[in-house]
């Protein structure tokens, strides 16, 4: 199997296996309890919450554990949106292309009163700070932009979108699922005050995540029925989980430089083969993404027949993020690069991670091509394109 869909999930490391296995063996007592034999669960999840805070430029007081990604994004939405209507600011700036964690939340709280401003991100798929600043109003409390798109790759210029922010006085949220472990993350200097990690897509576990809150950020519960993580989230923690993640964050916030040194040519190879094929295109900047995720289209073929032909041949890709792929729908990443829906449909997402190799790369090459010809040949839309 070559499997090129890690920006879906990653394969867990041996060393992330490690840290997990005593809390789902022997130290299987409840971290809330008073007696000795829970004090090994105790002091995991602190541990784990030393790590993910050094990771980012935290404080460890300002680590929250979820269970993952999505529930990060919801909470951190959610709970500083309603704690801001009450001074009257009920506008929230997100962009049109965020992951459905963030723009359903946003919808939510559209149906609650909330006035929402989604921002184009334009062919190139980028958010810049002057679209941020132009839409600021006095009445905005809150802007989300995510730190790496998970489906194109791209890179927003976070250190300027957070600078926009702090002279605003708006608090500033960014989905870092796809940044963590690909770029080096400084909450303090970047001006974040919220920001949603999940271990499942550096080499830890699923089921496990954390918010960063930056103390004095009102952050309401969202889960009710406990005083763990501190009274702000109840429910036993996922002590296994949680240890895996310290770990998995430790191990990716360490090896930046070196797994992008070591992906930089691999993303190099896939973009020289792959383009090669005509009428076919990378979406997104060209120079301003992480060399772990790209994102093609292929005029006239579906991706859903593309990924299916793959799948035959061993090579496990997407058509872009995994949590929408029940949708008949296209992309709304890509649409919302402005892409007609025809077109979005014949995406393919291929994501890198620590596992890969040049033969991965070598048997994509091979298949590609093949497949594209394949498809074309048996597409109406494929005969239209080449009659116009």
């Known amino acids: 199997m ?23 063996k022997e130290e299987y007592g409840n971290p809330s309890s008073i007696y000795n034999f829970s004090r090994a669960a105790r002091l995991a999840i602190e541990q784990a919450r030393e790590k993910t805070a050094a990771a980012i430029k935290a404080d460890k007081s300002e680590i929250f554990f979820t269970s993952g990604g999505t529930e990060a994004d919801n909470w951190a939405l959610k709970s500083v949106a309603r704690a801001m209507a009450g001074s009257g600011k009920k506008h929230i700036i997100t962009s049109a292309f965020e992951h459905y964690a963030v723009l359903h939340s946003a919808q939510a709280l ?8 989604y921002l184009p991100v334009g062919k190139e798929g980028v958010v810049t700070a002057e679209k941020v600043d132009d839409a600021i109003r006095p009445d905005t409390g809150l802007v989300s932009v995510m730190y790496v798109n998970n489906e194109l790759g791209t890179l927003m210029p976070i250190d300027e979108i957070g600078l926009v922010c702090r002279e605003n006085g708006i608090i500033f949220h960014t989905d870092a699922v796809q940044a963590a472990g690909n770029v080096e993350i ?19 576990p699923k089921g496990t995540g954390a918010l960063y809150c930056r103390s004095g950020v009102n952050l309401a519960p969202l889960i009710h029925g406990g005083a763990q993580e501190r009274g702000k989230r109840a429910g036993t923690e996922n ?19 070196e797994k992008n040194k070591k992906l930089a040519p691999l993303h190099d190879k896939i973009l020289a083969e792959v383009l090669k094929l005509p009428r076919t295109y990378l979406n997104g900047d060209k120079e301003k993404r992480v060399p772990s995720i790209m994102n093609f289209t292929f005029e006239g073929i579906e991706g859903e027949s593309l990924l299916l032909m793959l799948d035959i041949q061993g090579i496990c890709a997407s058509a872009g993020s995994a949590c929408s792929s029940g949708s008949l729908s296209p992309s709304h990443v890509l649409t919302a690069l402005g892409m007609d829906e025809d077109i979005a449909h014949g995406s393919l997402r291929v994501s890198l991670g620590a596992y890969n190799t040049e033969d991965d790369v070598n048997a994509l090459a091979a ?10 040949v048996i597409s109406p839309l494929w005969r239209e394109i080449n009659r116009r």
């Open 110 to 117: 559209e149906k609650e009163g909330f006035d929402l401003t």
């Open 367 to 376: 298949a590609l091509p093949k497949i594209v010809n394949q498809l074309r």
């Open 239 to 257: 002590v296994a989980g949680i240890a895996g993640f310290g770990r998995a964050i430790e191990i990716a916030a360490a090896n930046i430089r």
């Open 2 to 24: 070559v499997y090129l869909d890690n920006a879906a999930t990653t394969r867990i490391s041996e060393e992330v296996l490690e840290a997990m296995l005593p809390f789902l």
């Open 186 to 204: 400084d909450v303090e200097s970047q001006n974040i005050d919220l920001l949603s990690l999940s271990a499942h897509k550096i080499n830890g």
